[in-house]
């Protein structure tokens, strides 16, 4: 076995290894918080008889090992059970808040890309000059400024007052490109910037430090233009943190950016979790929690094999 | 040094094409953006009414839960046999003409003509015998009601007859109960499914038809107008009268953050907010493009709920002591804080309703701390803390449990408030010894008779939170259901009153208003006890 494959093996064992954990953890928390979803589904005016029978229907009354065997078994064929409220598979509700949640975070990070890159690695080459101070300010600001404030000035701005972009809601791609975007650029702009200010951070370090050191001295002796010296050299070699910091923030904008969701009403994935934590559903806890950790398990595996191409020093 | 000047510039040059490329891939982005979204609508353009409703559309069974999201749901898409006019009366909806046999034991109803549910199929009897009968399985009013029923006949399909062991003063209030659960009517294969079980099929005969395929959860709710819908030819009126609809479709536009909902409105992305909070009446009172209107002009009321089985409320003079310091106009000005948006109110019942009555209620109308504090002391109570449940994420509520700690701490009591959220209330309410307050707001069309108020009941085990148990209210109470005029009833209500609060079965602590905020392009509200979306016009 190659050293690559031993270290993929590895790597997919350690991630069924951490799965079954969450698995089997966050099946004994939501059983063990003592909230009772009957109580909240039977509503307001309902009996103690009625919720009691609104368990039962539920399969709560069943002892907590005979609750997970069901469910884990079904976990094996796939199947996540039905959500405790609405009459939908736990894999339906979560198939369509997935374009929204997908659609903002990759809108996202390409915008922060796009700008935090080059304004970062002019930082980093401008060191300590006027640029570099004032993308500090900047970076700065978009790390204090909080999500919802910037979010609401912008739809006070851009919508309420120039009456640009729609305030709130999410239109599928099917539903075409143009009103995807224009329901899309508001939030992402919002999100993208702390983002931006993140990315533009390590970007400037790693590419300051980077033309420090001697291949940098060695490229600009051999008379290569100063452009070529920092995207070539300084910029590539400056990749690994970039790219660690890049992967991060996806999987955090993955697993639910719920603040903006919500001011903008977007029906992602955040809102979804936090509607089921609510809820006490926990059966769509439980799927969104698995799913979750097998996103973060899944980025950071190819965040480690995107180092192979990128640093050929690097091997596992 | 000239190298680096020259590379800078050939750097620099080099951004420039790519800022202009970058600048030139944005704007065509931004093009496509700015430019207005392709109208999909062509030559006839459909009537859409977007309304942000008071929560999201979870259940759609309206027997299964008491959620009020779910009873509106129940309103657009099914009918009733008798519905509540805004004056309280009962009134025909479904029903053509009823007639009563002299020992007021036989009731025999004949449905109108013509009525056919969403799948095309006639509604008859036997549609309705199955439906009532599975939601007097589980409606406060229905239970109560189907133990005085000795059964049900179809005489043919469209006449039912309802044959009673003894005569029953509510049967037309409890068809036409207004307030969750209503006895909706739907299909027999529907209605066959048990109690136990949610149904899945949407299939009724109201005026909209449930769009099941565009339902997204967390996102939208779509009905569709049904075109087959006969209404009445009388005024509409609460739950009563011709239902009438005048778009062509209702969608409702789940926004969760309060703001959020206000900035589209304004913005006319959306038509209607359902319920607004109060923080956002000043910001929708002061755009020219909205209008407050108040479908439910009669409002709601706010409750407070001792729990009997646990100490010290399990002693009634230490309830009666906590119920000598709460005071009315703290609770509305602290959690309402709007003039005109709420008023006391010194009865168990809405003061603007039939059954209104202020007998009994001197602890409540005329509250005194030094009165609490010598009950309090006579009482023995011993120091227990009293745990008040406070709901931090149900802004309707959220204040009235922070007044009742500082007036029951001012009375002598020890008070420990427990924040947490709606959900965990809900749940926690449900265990005997872990609470002693909590408070609420109800609807007047659930509260407005003994029988549908809920907690009024005193049935212990089978009472509402707080298992009030108490054999002489529950004697009126079944004395009330069995009462054949208004005048012995009137007379029973404030009975029940008086014992309630004697015993203090639940503390009223006033009522308010909340309004509907909604673009001034819609007109034709109809008054009553809840937001019902027929009848309403968008120009």
Known sequence: MTPIWRFLVQRVVSAITVLLVVVVMVFLLMRLTLDDPAAIIAGDSATTEQIQQVRESLGLSRPIVVQFGIWFGGLLHGDLGESFFYKKTVVQLIAQRLEPTLALALCTIVMAVMVAVPLGAIAGWRHGGWLDRMLMGFSTLGFSIPVFVLGYLLIWLVSLKLGWLPVQGYARLADGFSPFIRRLILPSVTLSLIYTALIARVTRAAVSEALTEDFVRTARAKGLPEWRVVIHHALANAAVPIVTVIGIGLTLLLSGVVVTERVFSIPGLGQLTVEAVLNRDFRVIQAVILLFSMTYVLVNLLIDLTYLVLDPRIRY | ?539
């Open chain 2, 1 to 539: 040094m000239e190298r680096r000047r020259v590379d800078f510039r050939e750097a620099t040059g080099r951004l420039r094409l790519c800022v202009r490329t970058t600048l030139a891939f944005t704007g065509l982005v931004a093009l496509c953006a700015c430019r207005p979204a392709p109208q999909s609508a062509p030559a006839h353009a459909d009537k859409v009414l977007r309304m942000v409703p008071q929560s999201d559309l979870e259940i759609l069974d309206p027997v299964w839960t008491t959620a009020l999201i779910t009873q509106d749901h129940g309103y657009m898409i099914y009918d009733t046999l008798f519905g509540m006019d805004a004056s309280g009366r009962v009134s025909p909806q479904m029903v053509e003409t009823w007639d009563v046999s002299a020992d007021k034991k036989i009731w025999t109803f004949t449905l109108r003509d013509g009525l056919e549910f969403h799948d095309g199929l006639p509604v008859t009897s036997d549609d309705v015998i199955a439906s009532l009968q599975r939601w007097g399985q589980r409606d406060t009013m229905g239970r109560k009601l189907m133990s005085f029923v000795e059964g049900w006949e179809a005489v043919n399909a469209r006449t039912f007859r309802l044959t009673l062991k003894e005569p029953y003063g509510l049967v037309l209030e409890s068809f036409g109960k207004p307030g969750s659960n209503v006895p909706f009517i739907m299909p027999r294969r529907v209605a066959a499914t048990p109690v136990s079980k949610q149904i899945d099929d949407t299939t009724g005969s109201g005026p909209f038809v449930f769009s099941k395929d565009q339902w997204r959860p967390g996102e939208k709710v779509v009905y569709l107008r049904n075109a087959k819908y006969r209404p009445r030819a009388e005024p509409a009126s609460g739950t009563s009268g011709g239902k009438t609809v005048k778009v062509d479709r209702v969608e409702w536009v789940v926004i969760k953050d309060a703001q959020t909902a206000v900035n589209a409105l304004a913005a006319g992305e959306v038509d209607l907010i359902e319920m607004p909070a109060y923080e956002q009446y000043p910001a929708l009172e002061s755009n020219a493009g909205i209008q407050m209107v108040e479908p439910n002009p009669i409002g709601a009321q706010f409750s407070l709920h001792f729990n009997h089985l646990a100490p010290p409320f399990n002693k009634e003079t230490v309830r009666q002591a906590a119920m000598a310091a709460l005071n009315q106009p703290a609770f509305l000005q602290t959690q309402v804080g709007i003039p005109g948006r709420y008023r006391t109110c010194f009865s168990v019942y809405p003061c603007s309703t039939p059954y209104f009555t202020t007998t009994g209620m001197d602890f409540i109308a005329r509250p005194d701390v030094n009165r609490a504090r010598q009950l309090l002391g006579e009482s023995g109570y011993d120091g227990t803390p009293v745990v008040i449940m406070q709901p931090t994420d149900l802004a309707i509520i959220a204040k009235l449990p922070v007044v009742a700690a500082q007036l029951l701490r001012d009375a002598g009591f020890k008070v420990d408030m427990q924040s947490m959220d709606w959900q965990t209330l809900v749940s926690r309410r449900a265990k005997k010894d872990a609470w002693n307050i909590f408070l609420t707001g109800a609807g007047a069309e659930q509260v407005e008779n003994p029988i549908s108020n809920n907690m009024l009941s005193a049935a212990c085990d089978k009472a509402f939170w707080g298992w009030a148990c108490d054999a002489k209210l529950e004697t009126l109470r079944d004395a009330f259901a069995r009462a054949g005029d208004d005048q012995a009833r009137k007379a029973l209500a404030e009975q029940i009153q008086a014992r309630a609060m004697e015993i203090g079965a639940l503390v009223p602590l006033g009522e308010y208003v909340r309004g509907t905020a909604a673009r001034r392009t819609v007109t034709g509200f109809v008054t009553g006890y809840f937001l019902v979306l027929w009848n309403l016009e968008k120009q």
